[in-house]
């Protein structure tokens, strides 16, 4: 049977070292969209693949853009009936040069709004034995949030709805730059990826048995620091840091679990371990 992979923000990073992992592994017999938002870039990351003897599809996605994911998702839906390997990837990055107060709107936009469209649009369209890998940090652990904002982020009590709220009212207090005085992070990657993590929790809490049932396992994974064009701006030295292709193996490992894997559902996984949540 063919496997349907598809992977978000894959031109480039992470996002294009899962793309060839996944080209690599699942061979003719699989299909692996590469999804980019610049048709240009996607076409660049495709030609750079098929070079390398993978063939693999190219489909626009701006996961800002609810038409675009919904988009995409018609195209998995009306050509292959559902998706096996989900990978959301896609990320704004955070440059040190600018205020992070002119940055937060379209950094929540794309990495929290964007991850919660794509779980609208494709958790439907998990096949059995689907693996849906949201990629966060070792930032998202609800432990690097004060503990007064950690009932904004309990997946046993939140819906998706009020963790989207959450992201979008810390946004405004970045903007406003009163997120400090108010007990948030000035740190707008932690609250985010805190974010990311609780929307895989509330996922898995909202599959319930029925993931152990179809074999779904949806989990989010903390790739370690890797030397892309997203980190390279924030350290001295990437000396201790992994390559894409390095740390794509990780979050292979999670994305391709064989049959009956239930290690990291629900769960934020780093380098094959889960991270805990919570203390
Ligand atoms: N690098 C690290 O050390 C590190 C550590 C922990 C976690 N992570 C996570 O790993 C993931 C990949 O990071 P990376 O370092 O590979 O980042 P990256 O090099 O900046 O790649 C991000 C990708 O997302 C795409 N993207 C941005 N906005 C988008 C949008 N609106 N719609 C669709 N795609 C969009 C980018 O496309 P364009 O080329 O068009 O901009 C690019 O392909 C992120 O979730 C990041 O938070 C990275």
Not at 125 to 133: C, I, M, Q, S, T
Not at 174 to 191: C, H, L, R, S, T
Not at 236 to 241: D, P, T
Request: charged share 25%; hydrophobic share 45%; aromatic share 6%.
């Amino acid at each position: 049977m063919t496997s349907v992979a598809v992977v978000t923000g894959a031109n480039q990073g992470l996002g294009l070292a899962l793309v060839r992992g996944l080209a690599r592994r699942l061979g003719e017999e699989g299909v692996v969209y590469l999804t980019a938002r610049d048709r240009g870039r996607g076409e660049a990351a495709v030609r750079l693949l098929e070079g390398e003897g993978l063939r693999v599809r190219l489909h626009l996605l701006d996961v800002r853009d609810e038409a675009s994911v919904e988009a995409l998702a018609e195209t998995v839906r009306t050509e292959h009936g559902g998706v096996d390997v989900l990978i959301s990837n896609a990320a704004a990055r955070i440059t040190p040069d600018r205020p992070q107060s002119e940055q937060v709107r379209e950094f929540v936009d794309t990495n929290n709004h964007g991850t919660y469209r794509m779980i609208r649009a494709f958790t439907p369209l998990l096949n059995d034995g689907a693996r849906f890998v949201v990629v966060a940090s070792s930032f998202g652990s609800l432990t690097n949030l004060p503990t007064g904002l950690h009932p904004r982020f309990d997946e046993r009590s939140v819906s998706p709805e009020e963790i989207e709220a959450a992201m979008d009212e810390y946004a405004a207090l970045v903007e406003a730059g009163q997120a400090k005085i108010k007990g948030w992070p000035d740190w707008i990657n932690i609250p985010s990826k805190v974010a990311q993590v609780a929307a895989v929790r509330v996922l898995a809490r909202q599959l319930g048995e029925e993931a152990g049932k179809r074999d779904v396992l949806v989990a989010a994974a903390c790739p370690g620091l890797v030397d892309t064009e997203a980190s390279r701006p924030w350290f001295a030295s990437m000396a201790g840091a992994l390559s894409p292709d390095e740390a794509a193996v990780d979050v292979l490992w999670l994305a391709c679990a064989p049959a009956g894997s239930r290690e990291g559902h629900g769960e934020l996984v780093q380098h094959r371990r889960v991270l805990p949540y919570r203390f």
